[in-house]
């Protein structure tokens, strides 16, 4: 089940929990929490499977969103990926900033930057991958991390862009031992890469936070990167 899902029926299931508890200080009907539970469940079944999960992302992106902080973190996650992406000459196609977002514009997954992923997918479809390629998504990969850090000092967000990496780690039968290895060296490409065009990357928030075309953020990127 989609993690989203599972951490909203956790949240739902404790307040359930909760108003059995307090239900009968509050005079509610004992009937009330069991109803909810059966709902909810029911909910959860048709999001899975009706949904692919993506009615609990909504939920739980519509909840998160209501931080002002979260926002800010996720648009700098993904000015990451997108900034890294354009220095590395991998083409942006879109980006979002929630999973509403992301529906709207007809766009898999909770929201993020999309990048073109047709050379890549080419070579894996032949059985093998250079260096060269699997080195530059995997610090595109990293590059929202790398932002996080580079700004609060830790990330919260990347999980996603990790499990990417191990994945295709695993189907190139790369040794596992060097995976950890692998990954900090692509972050650390990353960081460099942003702090040494920062002022291209506070200039890629200001515009996607303003929901710039891609076109218009990589023009901003131009104006202000280092060569």
Known sequence: MNQTTLNLIAISVFA???SSLLGPMLGLSPVAPAIATVGLLGLATLDRFGWEGRGGTFLVSWFAG????????????????????????ISVI?????????????LPGQGGVVVDAQ????ELAQGGLSTQRLDRYG????????????????????DDDRQKLQMLWRQLNRPLAEYEVKQRWLALQARTLIEK???AYEA???AMSNRASVEECRQVIQQRRVD
């Open 16 to 18: 359930i929990t909760l």
């Open 66 to 89: 209501l931080s002002a902080e979260y926002r800010e973190r996720v648009l700098r996650h993904e000015a990451g990926h997108f900034l890294v992406a354009h220095l590395l000459d």
């Open 94 to 106: 879109n980006y979002t900033l929630s999973a509403w977002e992301a529906w709207r514009k007809g």
């Open 119 to 122: 050379g890549l997918e080419a």
């Open 139 to 158: 610090i595109v990969w990293m590059a929202g991390v790398a932002a996080e850090i580079l700004t609060y000092g830790a990330a919260e967000g990347g």
């Open 197 to 199: 065009h920062w002022p």
């Open 204 to 206: 890629l928030v200001k």
